[in-house]
């Protein structure tokens, strides 16, 4: 019953973020034309308001494609993070463990400097995503019999970070100072700015996919949360549960950089919070870690665009306003995971 609460309480909280962000911005809408126009344009219930045309453009074209694309990256790199920390059994992982937020990164910084199609960023980011993952998990893989698997992995992970960081790093140095490197450094910030409804037509299946599913593992989880040993005692495919949750987060935490560059923080507190307030079974963590995160990373875009005259990186604004969370969720993080 309190859970049922909970989660009706979250998607009202969620669908009045969404209403809000859609109204504000530079042309402001009040919220009594916007209803109006939703009606008009959805059900068909009453008359166009005035200026519909304009108001059409501004809001379908222009603010429901990025708000759209917001609530995706939220949910997923919410949800990724908590199946994270649930294989991994520590609170403090983030989906940049196995170095994939430093992969694609990489391979962002890669495609501007070297292409000037979006689309071609846009792939380099997300190929170079796995590539570090298959780093990470082929270092596992090596060492697979001296260690523990889950040790072994966040080796692995702290190892490909630190190589495609320092790839970075590179291409940052290599990269034309007038032109390619403040494009590289705004983009690693991250922003919804360049969202388009062809971005997010492109993006949207797998990340709604990936995100349903891995928060359909939420059982399984539980059980690996256990250990190898129980976990392999209770008859769970261990290995297979492990990489197919690998899979699905890495490709969570790939299509994120792809669609709005590196936006950190979300996908460690969020977990947090949702732990706090529903307890650790990821059948229940999963779901609510989307709801909390899409409305977090709304209402935050929403402050990034329309609390100064330029608008403010959000991956700034991600790290400004998760510090002080994560200190103070850290607290009941024991207390969550006993």
Same mark, same amino acid.
């Given at each position: 019953?309190?859970?049922?609460? %909970? ?63 917001? @609530? ?27 170095? @994939? ?7 962002? /910084? ?44 966040? %080796? ?17 140095? @290599? ?8 494009? =590289? ?45 129980? /976990?392999? *005692?209770?008859? =769970?495919? @261990? ?10 987060? #890495?490709?969570?935490? #790939? ?18 919070? *949702? ?27 929403? %402050? ?7 608008? =403010?990186?959000?991956?700034?604004? #991600?790290?400004? =306003? ?17």
């Amino acid at each position: 019953m309190k859970n049922s609460l %909970l989660f009706s309480m979250m998607i009202a909280t969620l669908s009045a973020s969404l209403l809000i962000s859609l109204a504000l911005g530079r042309y402001e809408i009040d919220l009594g034309t916007l209803l109006q126009l939703l009606l008009w344009k959805f059900f068909t219930i009453g008359s166009a308001p005035n200026e519909v045309a304009l108001l059409s453009n501004i809001v379908f074209d222009i603010r429901l494609p990025r708000i759209l694309a917001v @609530v995706l990256v939220g949910a997923a790199l919410s949800v990724s993070g908590g199946a994270f920390q649930a294989m991994f059994v520590n609170p403090l992982v983030s989906p940049g463990i196995l170095g @994939v937020l430093a992969g694609a990164s990489f391979g962002a /910084a890669l495609g501007i400097m070297i292409s000037n199609s979006w689309l071609g960023v846009q792939l380099f980011s997300f190929v170079f995503g796995f590539v570090a993952v298959l780093v990470a998990l082929g270092v596992a893989k090596i060492y697979g019999r001296s260690g523990s698997q889950t040790i072994l992995l966040v %080796l692995g992970g702290v190892i490909s970070s630190s190589l495609f960081s320092a790839l970075l790093s590179t291409v940052k140095y @290599v990269a034309d100072p007038y032109n390619k490197l403040p494009t =590289i450094v705004y983009w690693l910030m991250g922003s919804f700015s360049a969202v388009d409804m062809k971005t997010l037509s492109s993006v949207a299946m797998p990340l709604i996919l990936s995100t349903i599913v891995l928060s359909l593992m939420g059982k399984y989880l539980n059980v690996l949360s256990l250990g190898d040993d129980d /976990a392999k *005692a209770l008859g =769970i495919r @261990v290995t297979w549960v492990r990489n197919s949750a690998i899979l699905l987060a #890495t490709l969570l935490s #790939t299509l994120t950089v792809v669609v709005a560059g590196m936006i950190g923080w979300v996908g460690l507190i969020i977990p947090h919070i *949702a732990r706090f307030l529903v307890g650790a079974d990821n059948r229940i963590l999963l779901p609510m870690c989307a709801l909390l995160g899409a409305t977090f990373l709304v209402v935050v875009d929403t %402050l990034c665009r329309t609390s100064m005259s330029v608008e =403010i990186p959000i991956g700034i604004a #991600t790290s400004l =306003i998760g510090i002080p969370i994560f200190v103070f969720a850290l607290k009941n993080a024991k207390k969550g995971f006993a």
